[in-house]
Nanobody, 128 residues
Framework: QVQLVEAGGGLVQAGGSLRLSCAAS????????LGWFRQAPGKDREFVAG????????CYADSVKGRFSISRDNTKNTMYLQMSSLKPEDTAVYYC?????????????????????WGQGTQVTVSS
């Protein structure tokens, strides 16, 4: 059973930085893509960034390109999201997700309702 545990959320001022982590367990993730999604109050869950576990190719939503960076540490089975130049509109609950037999690019287009593995979410609040 895949388990995903996020950490690192919090309150930050606009222009600041945060790093989220997602510890993954329960599988060998070489055939998976992992990614970050977010959901603001009253809005649908949306793709933020993804990474193909084998090879490390990445994909980003246009709204975060140049500000966010996704990475993974194979030895720790942990994925990270480094967020910089944060804006109030980045405020949301951030979720870690995993999709088998997928890639970062494909993950961007998978409806969140079709993704089986999710973490519990971590709140990110950016004040203006």
């Amino acid at each position: 059973q895949v388990q995903l545990v996020e950490a690192g959320g919090g309150l930050v001022q606009a222009g600041g930085s945060l790093r989220l982590s997602c510890a993954a367990s329960g599988r060998t993730f070489s055939s998976y893509a992992l990614g970050w999604f977010r959901q603001a109050p009253g809005k649908d869950r949306e793709f933020v960034a993804g990474i193909t576990w084998r090879g490390g190719s990445t994909c980003y939503a246009d709204s975060v390109k140049g500000r966010f960076s996704i990475s993974r540490d194979n030895t720790k089975n942990t994925m990270y999201l480094q967020m910089s130049s944060l804006k109030p509109e980045d405020t949301a609950v951030y979720y870690c997700a995993a999709a088998r037999f997928s890639t970062a690019q494909a993950l961007q287009h998978i409806p969140p309702s079709d993704i089986v593995y999710w973490g519990q979410g971590t709140q990110v609040t950016v004040s203006s």
